[in-house]
């Protein structure tokens, strides 16, 4: 699929972010085909000389951008970022609140300049007492209590990825996408959009905040939960394997105990009802590791495919370099580093017709862009003076 086919070909998007979130957001926008042009000091985005696990954070969330270098202790590189803004749809950043009100960037004082710029800042928080305060995927998620749900109350631990920085970066795209669209539909030219990092990962716990306020009992994290499934636990395997296995309806628990030799449990009148076997679990679980400690784990995954029951092997991430599913044809894309060299990416979660999404983009070097750049606005800049003097004419 060409950059031309996708549904944002003709937007430009100018991006002023680092770390995660705002990047986030400004991938996806690429992907989706708007051209995203990543302004970065002369020094570059700081995550391009991360290790450790900041090792893939510049290359995964800035691939398909360009990049511009500008100086803004130079005042025609400040001229250079208005004329960027000017030929704008979006401009995205996530500086803390009035560091770019020093630039002149404001996003006051952009939608009196530019009422047409769709201005999308990514923070840590919504407007409010804490709207202040710098935030990380790490404090929002103590903060909000997702830490002690995913661990416990006495030991918090946090989930194992970028969650929320990736999916504020989502929540960017949405509300650009949802401006994008009242724009085209003849409502007001541009927009003032924020998302906060914090209210994103509340929007996480609001299932755990509403059986509160529904039931008034405290939710239990998930290792000490409530299950509210007769069998929903992982299992060891022949070998030394381990496997989850969730049976969630009827004809599930039907079915997985007369295909595993559990009739007793079919047979017996206490555990008629999907309650009356969350209330056994202490006796049928024990039961049930015993029998699928027996079988080898792949004889075990085809028998449950089979029968339409879910499970999963526990998998790490470089494990899944060998599923069947994410090598199927479009499932991991090869992407460019900056450095020239190959890397394979699972694709934007979505088909488009039909196709993936992703294949072939390029992270850019730093400042890859910034003389074709400046010369594509001289020529825009030549092109409105011709028009204009035409007009005069």
């Not at 700081?46 to 995964?60: C, D, H, I, V």
């Not at 830490?147 to 960017?172: E, H």
């Not at 969730?246 to 007793?264: A, D, I, M, N, Y």
Request: aromatic share 6%; with cysteine; hydrophobic share 40%.
């Amino acid at each position: 699929m060409t950059g031309t086919e996708l549904p944002l070909a003709g937007v430009r998007v100018i991006e002023m972010t680092h770390m995660v979130m705002g990047p986030t957001c400004g991938m996806i926008l690429a992907q989706l085909g708007a051209e995203v042009i990543k302004v970065e000091p002369p020094a570059g985005d700081k995550t391009r000389s991360l290790g450790g696990m900041g090792t893939s954070f510049f290359p995964l969330f800035n691939r398909g951008k360009r990049s511009v270098v500008l100086d803004f202790a130079h005042p025609e590189d400040r001229e250079t970022m208005h004329r960027l803004l000017a030929s704008a749809d979006v401009f995205l950043e996530n500086f803390r609140d009035g560091q770019l009100e020093k630039q002149g960037l404001g996003a006051g004082e952009l939608r009196r300049k530019y009422p047409d710029l769709i201005v999308a800042g990514h923070k840590g928080f919504l407007s409010g007492p804490y709207e202040h305060r710098p935030a990380l995927d790490e404090v929002v998620q103590m903060m909000s209590g997702l830490a002690a749900m995913t661990g416990t109350r006495d030991k918090p631990q946090r989930v194992g990825s970028s969650a929320n920085d990736i999916m504020g970066g989502m929540f960017g795209a949405i509300a650009i996408l949802a401006a994008l669209f009242q724009k085209k539909g003849g409502g007001k030219g541009g927009a003032d959009i924020r998302i906060g990092l914090f209210e994103n990962c509340l929007f996480l716990v609001a299932q755990h905040m509403v059986e509160y306020e529904m039931t008034g009992n405290k939710p239990r994290s998930m290792p000490e939960r409530e299950h509210a499934w007769p069998i929903y636990d992982i299992f060891e395997t022949a070998g030394g394997g381990r496997i989850f296995i969730g049976v969630v309806t009827e004809g599930h628990w039907q079915s997985f105990c007369r295909e595993f030799g559990l009739q007793e449990f079919l047979d017996d009148p206490t555990l008629r009802t999907t309650t009356d076997r969350i209330l056994a679990r202490s006796r049928i679980i024990p039961r049930v590791a015993g029998v699928i400690r027996d079988r080898d784990a792949e004889e075990l995954s085809a028998t449950l495919d089979r029968l339409n029951i879910c499970f999963s092997p526990i998998n790490r991430p470089e494990d899944l370099f060998d599923d069947p599913h994410v090598l199927r044809p479009g499932g991991l894309v090869n992407n460019i580093n900056a450095n020239g060299e190959p890397f394979r990416v699972p694709a934007l979660p979505i088909e488009w017709n039909g196709a993936n999404i992703g294949e072939g983009l390029k992270v850019p070097v730093l400042g890859a862009d910034t003389s074709a750049v400046r010369a594509e606005l001289e020529r825009q800049d030549v092109s409105a003076t011709a028009k204009t003097a035409k007009r005069l004419a």
